[in-house]
């Protein structure tokens, strides 16, 4: 090791906050995040991350330390995400809706060393730490407001209040570009959580690729209500937004009323929704009611658009260009990229490679297979997770011949475009035929009393799996399952045709809007042989 070599690594540095630290040094008076009615110019955010890193560091956190963050949207989330990156330490943001028993899991799985907290959320976090940890005390409790109240639960700290001013010096602590530095725990809509381990390296390669080819600027203005716990909020846009300088507006939840209030009040020009977010805002009274003419760009993922709805934002919102990114929390999570020009004539797919990643199909052998043949969606790049968390077995796995294995099926054309048939536990096996979810649901969506529905596979002593769909009904229709499964007769083949449907009112979701079919599944594995519907 030369003499030299520590003055060049730190001249080299380049980690999470050193993203936000430049941007305020290029743009220290511009706007960089809207809270309600509190603002932050890129300058003030840079200073108070800063001074929160240093009381956190005070409260013994430090570099490799976990630590848990549980609530929802807020400026104070924003803040210390980027203190932990500040310190080195590393984040563990956690799903708000979860149970003491499922955060007890993530808390023995994770063994955090502090926690911030919504006040809200206190007590489901204090029962949960006590359930994993029994007496153990955290080195760090600090209280994230949400702006409900003015004063922490008793045995909490108001971290970002208590920041000493004046005590503006970043924090001095060596943070490699590939140390690990957010914990982010899987969905958990098939199985357990898993730690996924994300490094700055693999977080800015994501976020370059989001940048280029989501077409992202200084100049846009972004409201974003889906959750920060979720790496496609936090990481395909606040932080993009962030490392390019654009103005970041933060709502607590996805509500379409707030979404187009926020839109309106501060000329937003873009905005990222799963497509049940996007459905539920053009169903809303608020779409009528609100100026969306600002908008000109809009994201989605977690599921492809249904045909349907992606003409009928066309038709409503003809100035929005929309683009679709496909991935999954081990990419960092962006892996494919449909967009603009392709939205049309390529509905349905999930594009192609974006800038740093190289993707492709292949069989059970791992060998690439040919355009029209199905097989595992698998990526290289740095984007790449680092591993499990605690879990060798499942990292090499996942990893198996220098590949990251997405467990998505999928499909290209002739010109390299993926489509996503299905995740490898959503295909349905019925009577020895292979049926894809997607394509019942895409034929259920066309039915004009249909406003959303899940298809999936349940337990049937003939067919061994038969085909099964929950279906949201729009306001005012009053359409019979036998209907709904007459009309898909006449448009699928018989096998895919589905033996069960159920009108519901809603279907269950998780935050981010990813449908959770691990619990229709549970719910209707006991449909009765015949009818049931």
């Known amino acids: 090791m030369q003499p030299h070599d520590h003055l060049v690594t730190t001249a080299r540095h380049q980690g999470i906050a050193d993203l936000l630290h430049r941007t305020a040094a290029r743009r220290p008076d511009h706007r960089a995040l809207v809270w309600g009615d509190r603002v932050d110019t890129f300058a003030e955010l840079d200073q108070i991350v800063t001074r929160v890193a240093n009381t956190i560091h005070e409260r013994g956190v430090g570099k490799g330390d976990r630590v848990m963050m549980f609530a929802h949207n807020s400026r104070d989330f924003v803040v210390f995400y980027f ?21 007890g899991y993530i808390i023995n799985h994770a063994n955090p060393v502090g926690y911030l907290v919504e006040e809200s959320l206190a007590h489901t976090m204090q029962s949960a730490w006590k359930s994993a940890k029994g007496d153990q005390p955290p080195r760090l409790r600090g209280w994230i407001s949400s702006g409900a109240s003015g004063a922490p639960p008793d045995g909490w700290d108001d971290v970002v209040s208590l920041a000493a001013p004046g005590d503006d010096r970043a924090p001095d602590v060596d943070v490699a570009d590939d140390d690990p530095i957010q914990l982010m725990y899987t969905s958990g809509t098939e199985s357990r959580p898993k730690g996924v381990t994300l490094t700055s390296r693999s977080l800015i390669a994501q976020y370059v690729s989001c940048i280029v080819d989501g077409d992202m600027t200084a100049d846009d203005v972004e409201v974003h209500s889906l959750p920060f716990y979720h790496c496609a909020q936090l990481h395909c846009f606040l932080t993009p937004d962030v490392y390019v300088g654009a103005t970041s507006v933060i709502l607590p939840r996805p509500d379409p009323e707030m979404i187009c209030a926020a839109i309106e009040r501060e000329r937003a020009t873009k905005f990222f929704g799963p497509p049940t977010v996007w459905i539920s805002i053009m169903r809303s009274e608020a779409f009528e009611r609100h100026d969306l003419s600002s908008l000109r760009k809009g994201y989605y ?5 249904p045909v349907e709805v992606l003409r009928e934002i066309g038709d409503r919102l003809p100035d929005v260009d929309l683009w679709n990114f496909y991935g999954q929390t081990e990419m960092a999570p962006v892996a494919t990229i449909l967009k603009p020009r392709d939205q049309v004539a390529r ?21 690439e297979v040919s355009p029209g043949v199905v097989g595992e969606i698998v990526h290289r790049s740095p984007q790449a997770m680092l591993g499990y968390w605690n879990d060798p077995e499942k990292t090499a796995a996942a990893f198996r011949n220098g590949w ?12 390299g475009f993926l489509t996503v048939v299905d995740r490898k536990k959503d295909m ?32 049937d002593p003939q067919w061994i799996e038969a085909v099964a769909a929950c279906v949201v009904l729009r306001d005012g229709e009053a359409s019979k399952p036998d209907d709904l499964i007459s009309f898909a007769r006449v448009r699928l083949a018989g096998y895919k045709t589905p033996k069960h449907v159920f009108i519901v009112d809603q279907l269950p979701k998780n935050p981010s809007g990813k449908i959770l079919k691990r619990e229709l599944r549970n719910t209707y594995s006991h449909v009765p042989t015949a009818g049931g519907r």
């Open 347 to 367: 509905a349905g797919s999930a594009g192609v490679a974006t800038l740093n990643v190289e993707t492709r199909v292949v069989d059970l052998d791992d060998r």
């Open 83 to 103: 203190a932990l990156a500040r310190l080195g330490a590393i984040s563990v943001p956690a799903n708000f809706m979860l149970n003491v028993d499922e955060l």
């Open 404 to 415: 990251f294995h997405s467990g998505d099926l999928g499909v290209t054309d002739a010109d």
């Open 301 to 305: 993922g977690a599921s492809i658009m």
């Open 428 to 459: 349905i096996k019925t009577g020895g035929e292979n049926v894809a979810s997607k394509e019942v649901e895409e034929c259920l969506f066309q039915h004009p009393a249909v406003a959303e529905v899940a298809v999936f596979g349940v337990p």
